[in-house]
C-alpha cells in the first residue's frame, strides 16, 4: 500500500507541473476567452432559447473534475492503507496481548517450581545429613531476575529458565527416590535385625564354651538361654519369614524364622509354636511360649542367630 501512496505522490506532483505548464501557456487565454452559443430549439421552431458559454468555464469545470479525481483517488487509497494500517495494529495488539499472557504464565510456573525446588533440596539436605550421606548439588544457581533482558527474548529467556527448573527438579525427585531407597533398605535391614529380646527373664546360659548342663560335657554353645516362667511369650526377635516350626530332636519344640541379609534367628525348647511354616512374622510378634521340651532342664528359650550359617553372639543386636 505504501507503494501506491509513492506512485499517487509521484503523480500529483506531475499533475502540478503540467498545471504551472498549462497555465504559463494559456494564462492570456482567460483575458481574452472565447464565447459559444447554445441554442435550445423546441419542436415547434418557436422561442428559441440562446445561452452564450465562456470557454474559461469549460476550463474550470475541466480543472475541478481534475482535482475532484485526484482527491477521491487519493482519498480511497488512503483509507484503504488506513484500515490495514488499523487491522495491523490490531493483530500486534492481539499478539501482545497473548504474549502477556504466556509471559503471567511462564512467571507462574517458574515461581512455583522454584518453590517445589527449594523444598525438595532443603528436604533433600536434611535428610542425607541425617542419616550421613554425601550431599549431592548440580551446581546450578536460578537466583536474579532477568530484568536487565530485552522484551524481545523476555519469553526465550523464560522458556529456557523454565525448562532448567523442570531438568532441575527431575534431578532432585531421581535423589529423593534414591534417598527412599536407600532408607527402605535401611528400614528393611534395622526391621530384620534380630534387637527384640524373644522373652523376659533372665540369661542362666551365655554364648560361648561351656558344660553342658545335662551331658557335662564341655561344648560350644551357640545361643544363650533366657529363664523365664512356663508359658511366658515369646515374640519374634525382627520381622522375616518362619522356615521351621515343630519338634526337633534335640531343641524339642522349636520355630527358625529366615529375617533375610543372611540373618536367621532360632527359638528352642518351646512348650507350644504358635506359627506355620511360611508365615510373614512382624518385629515382636508372638511366635510361641516359653517350654522345656527336648534335652532341657527348665522352663527356658534357648535364642540363637546366625549370620549366612555363623553363630554369633545374640547380644551384639539386643535392646536392653
Known sequence: MNKYLE?????????????????????????????????????DTSNVKKIQLNSNWFKVFAIISVIFWVSSLFMFFSYFSLKNRIAYLEDVEKKAIKQKIEMENLNSK??????????????DLKVREMVNLEVKSSGTNFA????????????????????????????REKSMSELIEYLEDRRSLFMATPSLWPARGFITSDFGWRRDPVTGVTEFH???????????????????????????????????IDHGYGIV??????????????????????IGAVGNSGKSTGPHVHYEVRIDGVPINPLKYLFG
Open 110 to 123: 517458574i515461581q512455583f517450581l522454584e518453590t517445589q525446588l527449594a523444598r525438595l533440596q532443603n528436604m
Open 265 to 286: 534367628t532360632r527359638y528352642a525348647h518351646l512348650s507350644a509354636s504358635y506359627v506355620p511354616v511360611g508365615k510373614k512374622v512382624k518385629k515382636g510378634e508372638v
Open 222 to 256: 551357640e545361643g544363650i538361654d533366657i529363664s523365664s516362667p512356663y508359658g511366658t511369650k515369646v515374640v519374634a526377635a525382627a520381622e522375616g519369614v518362619v522356615i521351621e516350626s515343630g519338634a526337633d530332636a534335640g531343641y524339642g519344640k522349636v520355630v527358625v
Open 144 to 171: 536474579g531476575g532477568i530484568s536487565n533482558v530485552k522484551s524481545d527474548d523476555m519469553t526465550k529467556v523464560m522458556l529456557e529458565k523454565a525448562e532448567n527448573l523442570e531438568k532441575e527438579m527431575k534431578l
Open 7 to 43: 506512485k499517487i505522490k509521484i503523480f500529483l506532483s506531475d499533475v502540478g507541473n503540467r498545471v504551472k505548464d498549462f497555465w504559463h501557456k494559456h494564462k492570456n487565454d482567460w483575458k481574452n476567452p472565447k464565447f459559444f452559443t447554445l441554442m435550445i430549439l423546441p419542436h
